[in-house]
Each structure stands twice: as structure tokens, then as C-alpha cells.
């Protein structure tokens, strides 16, 4: 079935980076696009970024700029490049894959703080 696992989260002071993957299964994944929200504390969740199976990317005005979405057919795995990171970049992050209906991962948590 499909599974989408994301990894990658934890704490990290503002101005600094983190590196997230979403391991994908279950799909023939180099077919489908992944995207990846974010919801924060008592907000809704929000588009970051997506990247298409033929790797064009689009990014969010909050993230463009600052975090790179790229993926590796050969491992399943799209990753998020999170640079300069903001106390509001605080969310759990989740990443999608539409294959019939939309999957989503279980999210990894994101807190910036200093």
C-alpha cells in the first residue's frame, strides 16, 4: 500500500538549517509529484512546496528562497532544503502524494527556537 514516511525534524535556533525526507512506497514514485505543507500551532495547514514527476519545482511565498525541494527516483525520497529558518517556520511538516486519492505521511515536527 502506499506509505509516505517523513524524518528530518527537530530543534533548531533561528538562522539555522534542517534537511527533511519523505520516503515514499508503494507507488511507482518517479510517475507522481510530491508536495510538502506544514501546519502550525492552531493554524491551518499550508502548501510549502512541490516538485512534479519530471522535477519542476514551485515554491510558497514563505518558502522561496530559503528551502529547496529536489527528489531521487533511485530511493523513493523527495527532500526539503530548509535554510535560514524563522521562529514561524514552527509546524509539523507533511509530505502528499496524490495516487488515486491524496496520502499523506504521518509529519515530522519543525520548532525553531532560540
Known amino acids: 500500500q502506499v506509505q509516505l514516511v517523513e524524518s528530518g525534524g527537530g530543534l533548531v535556533q533561528p538562522g539555522g538549517s534542517l534537511r527533511l525526507s519523505c520516503a515514499a512506497s508503494?507507488?511507482?514514485?518517479?510517475?507522481?509529484?510530491i508536495v510538502w505543507y506544514r501546519q502550525g500551532p492552531g493554524q491551518e495547514r499550508e502548501w510549502i512546496a512541490g516538485i512534479t514527476s519530471t522535477g519542476s519545482t514551485n515554491y510558497a511565498g514563505s518558502a522561496k528562497g530559503r528551502f529547496t525541494i529536489s527528489r531521487d527516483n533511485g530511493k523513493n525520497t523527495v527532500t526539503l532544503q530548509m535554510n535560514n529558518l524563522k521562529v514561524e517556520d514552527t509546524a509539523v511538516y507533511y509530505c502528499?502524494?496524490?495516487?488515486?486519492?491524496?496520502?499523506w505521511g504521518q509529519g515530522t515536527q519543525v520548532t525553531v527556537s532560540a
Open positions: 502528499k502524494a496524490y495516487v488515486g486519492r491524496d496520502y
Open positions: 508503494g507507488f511507482p514514485f518517479s510517475e507522481h509529484g
